[in-house]
């Protein structure tokens, strides 16, 4: 286990990185055109997985590369891809990584956003290594004036793929909601990854407060804003799309040191413990929950022995308090009682198991004593409001 990555921050990363990532190909995130693929595809910079190098991987066209790498350029211009995001919303911030890429890395950077009414009609298909965008593609990518969107991130040089410089951090500022990206590389060269750090945004007008919805997804705008420990999986992965691929698509915790050297349980079989773990969510839009599903698809040996889940209301100013003593808030009121687990389960809870009934803004999932869960839906109604008060019209929190 020594090889997983583990969620530890550094002095050096940024609060954005506990954000969702808006375009990632889990999520629905796809390249729709690039300039150049010569070396490798623009689509794995969308790819879940860290990069990887195989050093004796080639193709017909060159060295292999885990990432979007183009050609020498011989001609006037620079390279440049949209990418379509799997989830629209407001970006924070990004981390444009190029691992691997040692000796051609792109040298210099910049991001662009766009907002359209409707996606473009046009897509990439296919292993698009050794290729370069037709006229046709051109011609059809330059309807779009994406050379005139926005810039989130003016031109900035870019580290090369060393470990302990390859992820190139961007705080963004900028607070309106947007579907599609134009990556520029200066002129070209390679970049492993491209991580879309931000919140969901979703149109709750549209949605009627008789609807069940998932309040918690990342499509509808939830958000991870505090955990105990994520030593092997982010407790944002818990609010994706579809069940989880595998373990290390969910929220995993270290072993906790503090359980008792021999264990017991109470009369419902639940272990007594002294210590849990915890992550915190602000749903989407304030509402109330009716059913909930825990699902520890995939933990079969390393499920948690029980949970819980406590639930409050509170303002931005509130949240950003919480926030700053690590969610040590006496608000908190019980959502679902205690429920021993059981491994590789989808686990279902009804409102007659519910403790709450008014609406709400934010929950936090207790696990005792460690361990993983795959997969939260918090399945309720939007709370009705006189004002706007989805997660879109909230500042962006200071994690």
Not at 33 to 53: G, H, T, Y
Not at 149 to 157: D, H
Not at 356 to 370: E, F, K, N
Request: charged letters at 20%; proline letters at 6%.
């Amino acid at each position: 286990m020594a090889e997983r990555r583990t969620a530890v921050k550094t002095a050096a990363e940024p609060n954005f990185l506990q954000f969702n990532d808006l375009a990632c190909e889990a999520v629905g995130g796809k390249v729709i055109f690039a300039s150049d693929e010569w070396f490798a595809p623009a689509a794995n910079l969308l790819k879940r997985e860290p990069p990887q190098f195989i050093a004796s991987a080639f193709t017909e066209f060159g060295k292999w590369m885990d990432g979007w790498e183009t050609r020498r350029k011989r001609i006037p211009g620079h390279d440049w891809c949209i990418i379509q995001l799997g989830v629209p919303g407001l970006i924070y911030g990004f981390d444009v990584d190029t691992s691997f890429f040692t000796g051609n890395h792109s040298p210099y950077v910049s991001i662009q956003a766009g907002c359209l009414d409707q996606p473009p009609t046009f897509m990439l298909e296919g292993d698009r290594t050794g290729m370069a965008a037709a006229d046709s593609q051109l011609a059809a990518v330059a309807k779009l004036g994406s050379e005139a969107w926005p810039e989130l991130v003016c031109v900035s040089a870019l580290q090369p793929g060393y470990s302990d410089c390859c992820h190139n951090y961007f705080l963004v500022n900028f607070n309106r909601r947007v579907t599609h990206l134009r990556l520029n590389m200066y002129p070209d060269g390679g970049i492993a990854r491209l991580r879309v750090f931000g919140v969901g945004q979703r149109d709750w007008s549209s949605v009627s407060t008789n609807q069940d919805v998932d309040l918690v997804a990342l499509t509808n705008g939830g958000v991870c804003l505090g955990y105990s420990d994520a030593h092997f999986g982010h407790p944002r992965n818990m609010i994706g799309l579809g069940r989880a691929a595998n373990m290390g698509d969910g929220w995993e915790t270290a072993r906790r040191l503090d359980r008792p050297k021999k264990l017991k349980a109470d009369q419902r079989g639940i272990l007594q413990v002294p210590g849990w773990e915890w992550a915190v969510f602000r749903l989407g839009h304030r509402g109330v929950i009716s059913s909930i599903e825990v699902d520890t698809n995939h933990f079969k040996g390393n499920f948690p022995d029980s949970c819980r889940i406590e639930a409050c209301t509170l303002t931005p100013e509130e949240e950003a308090q919480c926030i700053r003593t690590r969610w040590d808030s006496g608000k908190w009121q019980l959502l679902l009682p205690p429920q021993k687990l059981r491994p590789h389960h989808r686990h279902l809870y009804s409102v007659e198991e519910l403790a709450l009934s008014r609406p709400v803004s934010h929950i936090r999932l207790v696990i005792a004593p460690d361990g993983g869960v795959s997969r939260l839906r918090l399945w309720g109604r939007p709370a009705p409001v006189s004002k706007a008060t989805a997660n879109q019209q909230r500042p962006a929190s200071k994690l």
